[in-house]
T-cell receptor, first 115, second 111 residues
Framework: GAGVSQSPSNKVTEKGKDVELRCDPI?????LYWYRQSLGQGLEFLIYFQGNSAPDKSGLPSDRFSAERTGGSVSTLTIQRTQQEDSAVYLCASSLSQGGSEKLFFGSGTQLSVL | SQQGEEDPQALSIQEGENATMNCSYKTSINNLQWYRQNSGRGLVHLILIRSNEREKHSGRLRVTLDTSKKSSSLLITASRAADTASYFCATRSGNTGKLIFGQGTTLQVKP
């Protein structure tokens, strides 16, 4: 695709419900990242996928958070039993390779509101 | 914990003035990148400087890197109202693939 696509753009859910956030990276990009950004804050690293390697899950805040990447392309971030503190913008980004120098291309994010 | 920390947290200047933002980091790095985020969502890559470089230019942007002090600065010259945004530095260290972002500097350029 032309850019990184995230859906939905906005999600309102009730506390305790599960949510799934989707990310379609740029075609051919082997690296995919998820970040979380609370209002007025910086980006908090969540998880990183690179090709067929095991993902780096070191940023996931709790076992309620999980992510998968199917076929090396689309990724889904799942939050189980959502809490109010999960409210934030969830950003996905992709890059050509780990390389070390590759810049990230970001989607527009999913604004998650947990009531 | 976040690797990079930007300073100042917020900056307000008049159009035409220069804006300088600083970033400090904790561990050795391969490169340092600067990104911009307009109000809303996605970030846009601005410039990358490698650990063996000391200065880099791109249009009105000038980035410096001091690996001995583990710090970088982003200078925007002749600022415009359209430069109003948040600016983040990001670092990738060692063999890790993950890119860690700082807390950002919010820049307001008044017309």
């Amino acid at each position: 695709g032309a850019g990184v696509s995230q859906s939905p753009s906005n999600k309102v859910t009730e506390k305790g419900k599960d949510v799934e956030l989707r990310c379609d990276p740029i075609s051919g990009h082997t690296a995919l990242y998820w970040y979380r950004q609370s209002l007025g804050q910086g980006l908090e690293f969540l998880i990183y996928f690179q090709g067929n390697s095991a993902p780096d899950k070191s940023g996931l805040p709790s076992d309620r958070f999980s992510a998968e990447r199917t076929g090396g392309s689309v990724s889904t971030l799942t939050i189980q039993r959502t809490q109010q503190e999960d409210s934030a913008v969830y950003l996905c980004a992709s890059s050509l390779s780990q390389g070390g120098s590759e810049k990230l291309f970001f989607g527009s994010g999913t604004q998650l509101s947990v009531l | 914990s976040q690797q990079g920390e930007e300073d100042p947290q917020a900056l307000s200047i008049q159009e035409g003035e220069n804006a300088t933002m600083n970033c400090s980091y904790k561990t050795s790095i391969n490169n340092l990148q600067w990104y911009r985020q307009n109000s809303g969502r996605g970030l846009v890559h601005l410039i990358l400087i490698r650990s063996n470089e000391r200065e880099k230019h791109s249009g009105r942007l000038r980035v410096t890197l001091d690996t001995s002090k583990k710090s970088s600065s982003l200078l925007i010259t002749a600022s415009r109202a359209a430069d109003t945004a948040s600016y983040f530095c990001a670092t990738r260290s060692g063999n890790t693939g993950k890119l860690i972002f700082g807390q950002g500097t919010t820049l307001q350029v008044k017309p």
